[in-house]
């Protein structure tokens, strides 16, 4: 108890003393509780709740068979044994197993009572001289089938409510959370299986009382432990995707560092301009990755061109540019991506017909790879890295809106502005530089030192650092602004003295845009090194 904050030790204490207090009437003299029943109800759960530990909510209709068939403080105690034998994640152990049994045991009771309340009993009396569901001849002395249904799925819900809120008490308390979090976010999901557990409650207790016994009653749990395995194999694949995201993508960020965060934010923003496009469910997580994988074919390029600080030959530029393809490759087994493949194999293409690797044109380019060709080309814009400074979050979108046509879908244009106007950007720092103020950098930014540069001959700063010993410096190249977009990086005095160049090339490099090619009037290429 001493590792959990005071607030949390006084609310689990309270909550163990008034489940104490729920169950203490079971020994008062002359009380008949049908201890067989407690006892059986009690193991069944208890070896449920060890068989699926990560999932032990699905020998719930236990817990409601208990709370339909037996005394408020009788049911009570048939959570007890599975609470206290369940393993616990983390230390403390015992106060968590004893917090577990006192939520699980407060809850059943509520329970209990809610079904007493609501004459369930009386209808449960009732089934059991119809001996079946669906007769049409009711007992004149109970209400009926549909009225014992509708008792049990209150009785559900009054277990779910009353163990969700206790579980929020303990993450105000315990967590520090706030009670919103606590309890707004948690009570719909939280809810809804239970409620699906009412009926098979209910099925479990009218087969108890049956001439066939509790045999019959605990073949309801059959497919209710069918179900548990198939959610804990989903969870368990769930979890291996996401390990299997996060490894390509710290990955992409350690080879390429001057776009490290780049990724995650991609998904994100191709995320905000699929809601806008009305996406959800599976195609909207699909989307989602599709952002997060789009550079994941860096791998393949050497990280000398992605550390290159000077402009690119139009053979380093045709390399780079395969780099959708390595994508494609390397992510060609992992089944579970679907349409994230095309996105991650096509977010270089143009409508235009002059992007790349296939020149695809218009309708011809996949929905996921338009969507995160705005994505990424508004992230580049829009991140601070140690050879561009990030531009406005307007300033990006007038520039994607410009481009919009030629190089991007109008559609994912307006959906990403819209979006933008709704939720706002935070888009963090990327660089290991320091964040400057402006649209220019200043002529001190501080750049990654590279090995090879204190063996170059001097020259301007634009000029490019190949470490190929062949290689001269060429300063011509910092004064021409229609060259290739790996010449962006020239003096910042030159960069301040051509206010028509396009912003997007100065928030992106450009070896990713084709060997050789300048920006076309109509349409800067904002793919860079993103």
């Not at 009732?126 to 209400?143: C, I, K, Q, T, Y």
């Not at 045999?215 to 059959?222: E, F, I, N, P």
């Not at 989903?234 to 990955?251: F, G, N």
């Not at 100065?506 to 845009?513: E, H, K, S, V």
Request: hydrophobic share 40%; glycine share 10%.
């Amino acid at each position: 108890m001493r590792a959990l904050p005071l607030g949390a030790r006084v609310y689990v204490l309270c909550a163990v003393l008034a489940g104490g207090l729920c169950a203490a009437p079971v020994v008062r003299p002359g009380q008949d509780v049908p201890w067989a029943t407690v006892a059986l109800l009690a193991t069944v759960h208890a070896v449920g709740s060890r068989a699926r530990a990560r999932w032990p909510e699905w020998c719930s209709p236990v817990l409601l068979a208990g709370a339909f068939l037996l005394p408020p403080a009788a049911a009570a105690l048939v959570a007890l044994p599975g609470a206290l034998l369940t393993r616990a994640d983390r230390p403390p152990v015992w106060p968590r197993r004893a917090w577990r049994a006192a939520r699980l045991s407060l809850a059943v009771w509520a329970a209990s009572c809610a079904f007493a309340a609501l004459r369930g009993p009386r209808a449960l009396e009732a089934l059991e001289a119809l001996g079946d569901l669906g007769g049409g001849v009711r007992d004149p002395g109970g209400p009926g089938f549909p009225y014992a249904l509708v008792t049990a799925v209150a009785a559900a819900f009054v277990l779910g409510l009353t163990a969700t809120v206790l579980e929020g008490g303990v993450l105000v308390t315990a967590e520090r959370r706030s009670p919103r979090a606590a309890w707004s976010g948690r009570l719909p999901g939280a809810l809804a299986p239970y409620l699906m557990h009412g009926p098979a409650g209910l099925t479990m207790a009218v087969l108890w009382r049956s001439p066939y016994g509790p045999a019959a009653a605990l073949l309801v749990l059959l497919p209710m432990y069918v179900c548990a395995c198939g959610f804990v194999l989903y969870h368990r694949e769930s979890a291996a995707h996401q390990a299997t995201i996060r490894a390509l993508v710290q990955a992409v960020d350690i080879k390429d560092r001057y776009t490290r965060g780049h990724s995650e934010r991609v998904g994100r923003a191709s995320t905000m301009i699929a809601r806008e496009l009305g996406m959800s469910g599976d195609r909207l997580e699909a989307l989602r990755i599709a952002g997060i994988l789009h550079d994941v074919g860096k791998l393949g390029v050497p990280t000398r061109l992605l550390r290159k600080n000077g402009p690119l030959t139009p053979e380093e530029r045709r390399v780079i540019e395969l780099h959708p393809e390595y994508g494609d490759e390397m992510v060609r087994g992992i089944g579970f991506l679907g349409e994230a493949r095309a996105a991650i194999l096509h977010h270089h293409e143009r409508l235009d017909g002059s992007g790349y690797p296939y020149g695809l044109t218009g309708a011809q380019i996949p929905e996921f790879a338009r969507v995160v060709a705005v994505a990424d080309a508004f992230d580049a814009m829009t991140s601070t890295r140690t050879y561009s400074r990030a531009r406005p979050v307007p300033t990006a979108v007038e520039e994607l809106k410009r481009c919009a046509g030629t190089q991007f879908d109008p559609r994912m244009v307006r959906a990403l502005a819209r979006a933008l106007d709704r939720h706002g950007w935070h888009a963090a720092v990327t660089a290991d530089a320091p964040e400057e103020r402006g649209n220019v950098p200043a002529d001190s930014s501080p750049r990654p030192p590279e090995p090879s540069r204190p063996r170059e001959p001097s020259g301007p700063r634009g000029a490019s650092r190949s470490p190929e010993p062949s290689r001269s410096p060429e300063p011509s190249r910092s004064r021409e602004p229609s060259g290739p977009r790996g010449a962006s990086r020239v003096p910042e005095t030159s960069r301040s003295t051509e206010p028509s160049a396009p912003l997007v090339r100065a928030a992106a490099t450009g070896p990713l845009d084709g060997p050789g090619r300048s920006p076309a009037p109509d349409g800067p290429r904002p793919g860079g090194r993103s």
